[in-house]
């Protein structure tokens, strides 16, 4: 029986890796589900980029829904997306807060210069400090966060057209449709 035990083992051990293989070619890696859906955003004061004596906090952005983009220079990904937050994303009519996340000031205000700023107002979280209460992973993601500073929506990955289409432009109508 003890000489079986290593068999057994190896046998239990490809089958976990099988699991594992089916598992993620079943589950779009972009749907991990954020425990912050319809829960407060969590209380931020963040420098303004470029601008360190200014702060934009939680509370200065109620009122009024807007979406929070987390992007960075080093990010490849937000490069991809960027032309939709130029453009499309403007059209929907709500404030884009730019989140600059881990990012060296200079190198973020050089890249904005290449490629444009679609940003209402940019915070910067140097440290990646509040993105962790975000639950932030990397850049790009995208929250929609409503009126109340309730989070709705979060994307994990770039905004395509697709994406813009079958979630992003409905999230923004069932947030219309809940105002009063």
């Not at 190896?10 to 089916?22: E, R």
């Not at 109620?62 to 499309?88: D, Q, R």
């Not at 996340?101 to 490629?115: F, M, R, S």
Request: glycine share 8%.
């Amino acid at each position: 029986m003890s000489r079986l035990l290593p068999l057994f083992a190896f046998l239990v051990l490809v089958g976990l890796f099988g699991f594992g293989i089916w598992w993620n070619t079943r589950h779009d890696q972009h749907e991990i589900v954020s425990p912050l859906i319809d829960k407060p955003a969590p209380a931020f004061a963040l420098p303004v980029l470029g601008e360190p004596s200014r702060t934009v906090d939680k509370a200065s952005l109620l009122g009024k829904p807007y979406f929070l983009n987390v992007f960075a220079s080093w990010c490849i990904e937000c490069v991809h997306e960027h032309p939709i937050l130029m453009t499309e994303m403007k059209q929907l009519g709500l404030p884009l807060v730019g989140f600059n996340y881990k990012d060296d000031p200079q190198a973020a205000t050089a890249w904005l210069a290449d490629h444009g700023n679609p940003f209402d107002v940019i915070v910067a979280d140097r440290d990646g400090r509040t993105g962790i209460d975000f639950g932030v992973y990397a850049a790009p993601e995208t929250f929609l966060v409503d009126a109340k500073g309730v989070i709705r929506y979060k994307r994990i990955g770039p905004i395509t057209p697709e994406v813009l289409d079958t979630e992003i432009r409905p999230a923004v109508a069932a947030l219309a449709k809940e105002a009063p």
